[in-house]
């Protein structure tokens, strides 16, 4: 079974419609662009926290499907179909890209065998080792729980706000759920570390270096060699391509792209202990 994290789109803009009393109610999986042939399906979606909901999807084969999500904006409005999903299952494998998206760049049609997949995958896991050492942290954020968490202000305003839990960690984080005890306090989940999935220049050097790599292997999906541009009559010499050089269009990323990311030295500020609401009136932001 794989989950499925789902942001609704309404107006041009992401919305949360839990709040004006709507519901994201259900995810149609097709086999094709053209959504006619139904494959799978789930619902509603569960809340996690603001402006996101969660689908667990039933086991289908791994390979691409196109998604209709259908949600009511709020009470009583007509409901809204999104299909602008699409999805590479299955997900949660520790990949910030897919073997289909690899296949893309490739040329490679879909759906991809069992051997081409393989390989795909091995040369996305050589791509993000090249970038985590680059980095000097992984790609892939860890699940940190505390339990029996007092937040920083009131229940009605946005939990969701890393600020509103007394947590510290040396690294970025966000609040992945929470859920409410009864007794004023909460178990939290906080996801650690630096999400690769969700920055896009992450995404965009993986995917076409794995590509790349692949073309260039011998025997390797999609493998083409140095690409040819001429031959002479007699076959007496040939002439081939050159590839873009960096800043020209259609040049592979260069890593120093992701510099930005690299992990930054981090040390808390000396300052005095905050108690929680209500016995503190103003909210406080910790220094990082």
Not at 100 to 111: K, N, T, Y
Request: hydrophobic share 30%.
């Amino acid at each position: 079974m794989s989950v499925v994290d789902y942001e609704p789109m309404y107006g041009g803009a992401h919305y949360d419609p839990q709040p004006a009393g709507g519901q994201v109610t259900s995810l149609v999986l097709y086999d094709g662009p053209d959504r006619t042939t139904e494959v799978a399906a789930a619902g509603p979606g569960t809340r996690l926290r603001s402006g996101t909901y969660r689908f667990a999807l039933p086991d289908v084969p791994p390979g691409r499907y196109w998604g209709t999500v259908t949600f009511t904006p709020s009470n009583g409005a007509q409901p809204v179909k999104d299909q602008s999903v699409r999805l590479d299952l299955p997900l949660g494998l520790g990949l910030v890209t897919s073997p289909e998206a690899v296949a893309d760049d490739l040329g490679v049609p879909l759906p991809l065998t069992p051997a081409q997949r393989d390989a795909l995958m091995t040369a996305i896991r050589k791509a993000q080792s090249d970038v985590e050492g680059y980095l000097g942290r992984p790609l892939v954020p860890r699940v940190v729980t505390r339990t029996a968490l007092t937040p920083y202000w009131r229940s009605s305003e946005d939990l969701s706000d890393p600020e509103a839990w007394p947590f510290e960690v040396d690294d970025v984080w966000q609040v992945s759920a929470y859920s409410d005890r009864g007794d004023g306090t909460y178990d939290v989940d906080f996801r650690v570390g630096l999400d690769g999935v969700a920055e896009d220049p992450v995404v965009r050097y993986v995917t076409a270096h794995a590509a790349e790599s692949e073309r260039n292997r011998p025997g390797g999906v999609g493998a083409q060699g140095r690409r040819v541009s001429s031959v002479s009559a007699e076959g007496q010499s040939i002439s081939y391509e050159s590839a873009p050089t960096t800043g020209q269009a259609g040049a592979l990323p260069t890593i120093d792209t992701l510099s930005r990311l690299k992990r930054r030295l981090w040390q808390p500020l000396n300052t005095p202990p905050r108690p929680p609401w209500p016995y503190s009136s103003t909210r406080y932001r910790s220094g990082r």
